[in-house]
């Protein structure tokens, strides 16, 4: 899987659509672009690195996206328990965080999700118990695999 979890058989959901300068497909896969659909990844667009994904939507309609336009909403074997958004309904934190500026934040800061994914398997292990627990665990195992 790829570090931002977009790979093939990925349920996504597409966000807000950027420029599509640079990808070069037939029109009617740009045309068929929509926002806030939910789809499955079915390969990537050769040719562009790995940063264009296509999208079968629930249509059936293809359309390709940036991996900035998708984020996971299942993956496969993913429990349905812990979806991606299943919290955005509460209240910010405080100071009024902004989760979502967060996240995008972290992804454009150098390091930056390997930053946050430390600190929180430090600061579960600190509020939980010594060996933290299952999720602290499971995260420190995928740094030291090299994952993130």
Not at 33 to 51: E, I, L, P, Q, Y
Not at 89 to 110: F, T
Request: avoid cysteine; glycine fraction near 12%; hydrophobic fraction near 35%.
């Amino acid at each position: 899987m790829e570090p931002n979890g977009i790979d093939v058989g990925v349920r996504i959901k597409t966000t807000t659509l950027g420029s599509t300068k640079g990808i070069f497909v037939r029109q009617h896969f740009l045309d068929a672009r929509k926002a806030g659909v939910t789809g499955t990844v079915t390969g990537f667009v050769s040719g562009h690195g790995g940063d264009v994904w296509w999208v079968e939507h629930e249509d059936k309609t293809v359309g390709v996206y940036s991996v900035s336009e998708l984020v996971v909403a299942e993956a496969p074997g993913h429990r349905r328990g812990s979806r991606v958004g299943q919290y955005d309904h509460l209240d910010p934190v405080a100071l009024s965080l902004d989760m979502d500026k967060l996240a995008e934040l972290l992804v454009r800061s150098n390091y930056g999700v390997h930053r946050f994914l430390s600190a929180l398997v430090r600061t579960r292990k600190r509020l939980r118990s010594p060996g933290g627990d299952r999720l602290a665990r499971e995260i420190e195992r995928l740094l030291e695999e090299g994952e993130y």
